[in-house]
């Protein structure tokens, strides 16, 4: 959603770097665009006045100009000031002292809300609570049907005791769903209320009176983060007449411009605590504003990867595989299996690799990268025997060949998997040896993923031409006259129809010896490989 935000800022700050002073009128400049990118961003007029002019003021004071780097140090201003807008700390759930705590989720129709108490239900489960989703919107026609098939999606009970499609009072279903609660030992209620088109007093009424009805200990306005300025207006309605707790960011995945998160925590003065990110379950998160401001800045948010890692990473076998690198022996096929698995737990290879620093600049390959080639990569895996896999040496051509039927494949898949392969396991050798990631000394370049081709540093980039290659030999030919004669030879029984491409033969012309004596730790460098640090 920040992408134009991002780059529109990105592109302000690089004009200041080099800079040993900058002048007056160099803040000012930096200051105007910073401005023209917000008011692009939908964020609220007052919203953006106040955010440059304490930016300006902190620019232009001793705290820069006495700075080692004044331009990066502007940089951490609009950091600090990013964050202060987002709501400065993060803000977790107040949880009752006796449960069941309620929660009640306040909005407009269309935003979200019933999805949103689905996803909401989800993610206290997985922090190992017991939610109970509670249907008390009985106006929208469909809406209890449809929170019972988010509830089953998410795992929840529902209460649903009215039909709804304007039959049932929902202020008489929100109060008993305390007690059902009670006896049934969950110990958090979360009770989808009805929303409106827009503002109006019969909606704010009801709204009320279910507050007052259930006493929640926290009320969440849930709003859609695509509406732009309309939000200040709505998340100012709805402070009125409800008195919401905290905010919720619903569709922060979509494509605009992103003005009502920048603007609502600021106008309303509470916090953004949730944000939706997308359309499964699992696709919701809690939300921390400074790395969100690190997100704008594209300083990336390792936080947040670090947590989904350890929350879907199996920690046996972390430890498991860990042990066995730390006592000599080598990454094999099925820790790479076991390795895949926990990615594709985490969720959208695209997600994650956007949360990595510096990634504004494959914005447009990020775009192009294609989810299902992780899948074309497990099935090759699978393909293999459990010996194959264990000693990946035994890789012959005839076997490569099998692989590649058994996954639906071409053999160039397998061997530039193999390659992948290779270099990870040299990188597990040599962090083992302490060395390090190789192939980065000072962040290397972009990490290869699986079917990411053209990335700067990775394979199916633009290759440098071999430094031992002369100029004025016809045809790319060998420089061996024995090999020379051989390969005139290959191609006359090319052209006659005798032969076939040699199987493995993606490997760009090495010359790998025999399929019994294939080794692939003789492979080429120039493959990123899916592990952050291949050999470039």
Known sequence: MFNSLSDRLTATFKNLRGKGRLSEADVDATIREIRRALLDADVALPV??????????RALSEEVSGALNPGQQVVKIVN????????????????????????????????????LAGKLAHWLKSEGHRPMLVAADLQR????????????????????????????????????????????????????TAGRLGIDEELMQQAADIRSAVNPDEVLFVIDAMIGQDAVKTAEAFLDGVDFTGVVLS??????????????AEVTGKPIMFASTGESMKDFEQFHPDRMADRILDMGDIMTLIEQAEKNFDEKETEKLKKKVES????????????????????????MLGMMPGMSQYKEQLANFDEREVDRVE??????????????????????ARIAKGAGTTVTAVNQLMERFT???????????????????????????????????????????????????????????????????????????????????????????????????NLPKGFGGIFPGGKK
Do not use: C, W
């Open 251 to 264: 569709k922060l995945d979509g494509d605009s411009r992103g003005g009502a998160a920048l603007s609502v």
């Open 328 to 351: 000599g022996e080598d990454f094999d096929l099925n820790d790479f299996l076991t390795q895949m698995a926990g990615l594709k737990k985490m969720g959208s290879m695209k997600k």
């Open 48 to 57: 953006v006045r106040a955010f440059t002019g304490r930016i300006r003021e």
């Open 379 to 400: 099935a090759i895996v699978r393909s293999m025997t459990p010996q194959e896999r264990s000693d990946p040496k035994i890789l012959n051509g005839s076997r490569r």
């Open 423 to 521: 270099q990870a396991q040299k990188m597990m050798r040599s962090m083992t040896r302490g060395g390090g990631m190789p192939g980065m000394p000072g962040g290397g370049g972009m990490p290869q993923m699986p079917g990411m081709g053209g990335m700067p540093g990775a394979a199916g980039g633009k290759k440098k031409k071999p430094a031992g290659k002369k100029k004025g030999r016809k045809g790319g030919q060998s420089g061996n006259p024995a090999k020379r004669a051989q390969e005139a030879q290959a191609l006359a029984d090319k052209k006659a129809g005798k032969t076939q491409d040699p199987v493995g033969s993606a490997f760009g012309g090495v010359d790998l010896g025999k399929d019994e004596d294939f080794d692939p730790a």
């Open 80 to 115: 600090d000031e990013l964050v202060g807008i987002l709501g400065g700390q993060t803000r977790r759930l107040n949880f009752a002292k006796r449960p069941p705590t309620v929660i009640m989720l306040a909005g407009l129709q269309g935003a979200g809300k019933t999805t």
């Open 141 to 192: 026609p469909n809406a209890v049907n449809q929170l019972q098939i988010v509830g089953e999606r998410a795992g929840a009970v529902v209460y649903a005791p009215e039909p709804g499609n304007g039959v049932g009072d929902p202020i008489q279903v929100a109060t008993d769903s305390i007690e059902v609660a009670k006896s049934k030992l969950h110990d958090v209620v979360i009770v989808d």
